[in-house]
């Protein structure tokens, strides 16, 4: 499985909270790779540097530069899960995608009772939001 990564949050001791579209977070110490590969080494000798990562576009990765960069895949497989109250949410738009469904499918598993507000589902403003457990009662697992 593909996993898209919407946002980070850079912590002390060149570690990142990574936030995962399928509403999962890792936490992820740089500094094994750092030890492993030299060029990850800039990280130390320039601070402000590990502080500029960002997600890549698309959220395929964490990038520093043109030469520094984690994958998603690198990510998710070597981070250490933790939780956090917004655990096993998604997005509807986010969901459809990993899911290979149309939003327009949600919308009416809410209308005709599959999905019930404010058990399964919730709108946040614009925006709404389902469990991951949801998603894989009536859905199923995503595909690879």
């Known amino acids: 499985m593909f996993h898209k990564i919407k946002s980070?949050?850079?912590?002390?001791?060149y570690c990142l909270t990574v936030h995962f579209s399928e509403g999962i977070t890792k936490e992820y110490d740089v500094k094994p790779v750092m030890e492993r590969f030299p060029v990850f080494?800039?990280?130390?000798?320039?601070?402000?540097?590990?502080?500029?990562?960002?997600?890549?576009?698309?959220?395929?990765?964490?990038?520093?530069?043109?030469?520094?960069?984690?994958?998603?895949?690198?990510?998710?497989a070597n981070g250490k899960e933790v939780k956090t109250p917004f655990d096993g949410l998604i997005a509807f738009s986010d969901a459809t995608e990993i899911w290979g469904l149309n939003?327009?499918?949600?919308?009416?598993?809410i209308a005709y009772g599959k999905l019930i507000n404010g058990v399964d589902v919730c709108k946040y403003g614009k925006q709404w939001v389902i469990s991951s457990d949801a998603m894989r009662r009536e859905y199923g697992d995503p595909d690879d």
Not at 62 to 67: F, L, P
Not at 103 to 109: D, I, V, W, Y
Request: proline residues 4%; negative net charge.
């Open 8 to 13: 980070i949050n850079i912590l002390p001791d």
């Open 41 to 76: 080494r800039h990280l130390t000798e320039q601070p402000e540097l590990f502080e500029a990562a960002k997600v890549d576009v698309g959220g395929y990765g964490v990038v520093w530069n043109d030469d520094l960069d984690l994958s998603c895949d690198e990510l998710f």
């Open 103 to 109: 939003e327009s499918t949600l919308r009416k598993a």
